[in-house]
């Protein structure tokens, strides 16, 4: 018997039976996969937590033979050795042809807010074996490199406490209509580090800095004057107005695509006055063209 029949993959649906909502949860060990989980069933979701992936897309026969009553499914994974990859490779290219909705959210953070989460528990990494914590989050980041790069949805929980987590989740997975496209736009500082869940990033540090302009060093790209300043100089509404059309050609791509999730980060300097003002207006923008966009400060108010 092959791996597709012993699942139970390619099993036509009798009559009467629809295919649960999927989503799969996975990322790096310490990240939150667990709070993901929980926050998931306190939504209503089914949630199955270390389901070998093979095994996926019989929990997607068994709740469409449900008659409802398992709508929507959700399966932590992780990845531990390359056939486990593999196995998970080959459901996921299966249920995609089946034409199960379904949907991938990886769980990031980074490798020093793992570290602390491991020592503060007093457990080691799953892959350390004999060497250091460290050598378990680099063998994990490369396993997981491949299923982190074909996510629908990125989370970097580095500084997110459980309760951030759960309502970030909350936003994406409650149960109401669901947009076409949702994008955030974060605003961000070069020297505080790139955004790690960023689809897209974007430099505005070749506009004059307002922090050295003594009037506007201690205000913020939402203050008029300041955001005034940064349009007012050569380059800058050329940038929007470039940047918007290329966006709009991105998010038609998307949506031709079924990605459902965009993170648009936006940096200068400190992530204070540039990236902030240009935010604010690509948030405008791509709300005007239908897009659900939620804006987001990083680094503002870090001086």
């Not at 990886?106 to 990494?125: G, I």
């Not at 009037?215 to 349009?231: K, P």
Request: charged content about 30%.
């Amino acid at each position: 018997m092959t791996q597709s029949e012993d699942v139970g993959a390619g099993r036509p649906q009798a009559q009467g039976e629809s295919a649960p909502e999927l989503v799969i949860i996975s990322g790096m060990s310490g990240a939150g996969r667990s709070t993901a989980a929980k926050c998931l069933e306190d939504l209503g979701w089914f949630v199955v937590d270390n389901l070998p992936p093979a095994l996926i897309p019989t929990m997607v026969d068994l709740g469409a033979r449900s008659q409802g009553a398992v709508p929507r499914i959700g399966v932590v994974v992780d990845v531990r050795g390359r056939k486990f990859f593999d196995d998970l490779r080959t459901s996921l290219d299966e249920l995609a042809k089946r034409g199960v909705r379904m949907r991938v959210v990886y769980l990031e953070s980074s490798d020093d807010a793992l570290v602390r989460r491991f020592e503060s528990v007093r457990r080691p990494h799953p892959l350390q074996a004999d060497g250091r914590i460290v050598d378990g989050i680099e063998r994990e980041r490369d396993l997981l490199r491949e299923l982190r790069g074909e996510a629908d949805l990125v989370i970097d929980t580095s500084n997110l406490n459980v309760h951030q987590l759960r309502a970030k989740l909350d936003a994406q997975f409650a149960d109401h209509d669901e947009p076409e496209l949702r994008a955030t736009v974060m605003s961000f500082g070069f020297k505080y580090g790139l955004p790690v869940d960023a689809d897209l990033v974007v430099d505005c540090r070749f506009l004059p800095n307002p922090h050295w302009v003594p009037e506007l060093r201690a205000r913020t790209g939402t203050d008029a004057d300041v955001a005034d300043y940064v349009f007012q100089q050569p380059g800058a509404n050329e940038f929007l107005n470039g940047y918007t059309d290329l966006l709009k050609i991105i998010t038609e791509g998307y949506r031709r695509e079924g990605k459902r999730y965009m993170t648009l980060a936006v940096g200068c300097t400190g992530g204070k006055h540039r990236s902030v003002a240009m935010s604010e207006r690509l948030t405008k923008r791509l709300i005007a063209d239908g897009v659900e966009t939620v804006l987001v400060h990083r680094d503002m108010g870090r001086e």
